[in-house]
């Protein structure tokens, strides 16, 4: 390679670098506008907030109502949560076993017969954890909803 090549080869480098620099540094500027807007929204948000919430006593009150009904609904769902998911990976674990049991399987009619249980219980399984999940996010929804609806003021 002659010194003109490698020149060129250096420019070209030099050329790359320099324009990964200056998208590095517009991406940083934009990620720095955005963090500077998402801040100025969450004043905003709180300003607001404030605003409506009305006096101290009224701000207790409401504090008291949500730690004796909102956090033990809270806890509740998240228990949901939890024995949901555990229930589910326990059926993760089952399917699994029944998947390395169709490798094990000699004859074909028994390979069949356990690809065809397979494809059955993954099925169910899906259908269960579905409509868990809906039940679950429908008793989510409905509580942060009685929540909202308790401590908005009241429409006008």
């Given at each position: 390679?002659?010194a003109?090549?490698?020149?060129?080869?250096?420019?070209?480098?030099?050329?790359?670098?320099?324009?990964?620099?200056?998208?590095?540094?517009?991406?940083?500027?934009?990620?720095?506008?955005?963090?500077?807007?998402l801040?100025?929204?969450?004043?905003?948000?709180?300003?607001?907030?404030?605003?409506?919430?009305?006096?101290?006593?009224?701000?207790?009150?409401?504090?008291?109502?949500?730690?004796s009904?909102?956090?033990?609904?809270?806890?509740?769902?998240m228990?949901?949560?939890?024995?949901?998911?555990?229930?589910?990976?326990?059926?993760?674990?089952?399917?699994?076993?029944?998947?390395?049991?169709?490798?094990?399987?000699?004859?074909?009619?028994?390979?069949?017969?356990?690809?065809?249980?397979?494809?059955?219980?993954?099925?169910?399984?899906?259908?269960?954890?579905?409509?868990?999940?809906?039940?679950t996010?429908?008793?989510?929804?409905?509580?942060?909803?009685?929540?909202?609806?308790?401590?908005s003021?009241?429409?006008?």
């Amino acid at each position: 390679m002659s010194a003109a090549d490698k020149k060129k080869e250096n420019a070209a480098t030099s050329e790359t670098m320099s324009e990964l620099f200056h998208e590095a540094m517009r991406s940083y500027e934009k990620a720095l506008k955005s963090g500077i807007q998402l801040q100025e929204e969450s004043v905003n948000l709180w300003k607001d907030l404030l605003t409506k919430l009305g006096s101290a006593e009224e701000l207790q009150a409401k504090f008291e109502s949500m730690t004796s009904d909102a956090f033990p609904q809270a806890r509740k769902r998240m228990e949901e949560f939890v024995e949901t998911f555990n229930r589910t990976s326990n059926q993760t674990i089952d399917l699994f076993e029944k998947t390395l049991g169709v490798y094990k399987a000699t004859p074909v009619t028994d390979a069949q017969r356990r690809v065809q249980e397979l494809i059955e219980s993954s099925l169910t399984t899906l259908r269960v954890n579905v409509h868990s999940a809906l039940n679950t996010n429908a008793k989510i929804i409905d509580s942060w909803k009685e929540l909202v609806d308790r401590f908005s003021p009241p429409a006008k």
